[in-house]
């Protein structure tokens, strides 16, 4: 599944980070990496952006870019 189909306090590892050129090194910049365990904190009143807990910090991201992010939910 896709980061923006996570539900609001379910935890997920990165599988894949997809995108082309400078928008995938930004996502890869920003510590969205494959491997990393991730939890969508909160949603905007309009539904975007979205908030990411990761690596023990927020992070706010475009719903449009969430749908280029794989990830497996874990347990």
Do not use: F, H, W
């Not at 935890?11 to 997809?18: D, F, K, P, Q, S």
């Not at 449009?64 to 497996?72: C, L």
Request: aromatic share 2%; charged share 30%; with cysteine.
């Amino acid at each position: 599944m896709t980061l923006d189909k996570l539900k609001t306090g379910k935890n997920a590892g990165i599988i894949t980070v997809g995108g082309d050129g400078a928008l995938r090194c930004r996502l890869l910049d920003m510590g969205l990496t494959p491997g990393t365990a991730v939890m969508i904190r909160k949603i905007a009143p309009m539904g975007d952006p979205i908030e990411l807990y990761l690596r023990g910090y927020e992070l706010s991201i475009r719903l449009e870019d969430a749908q280029k992010i794989e990830v497996e939910e874990l347990d």
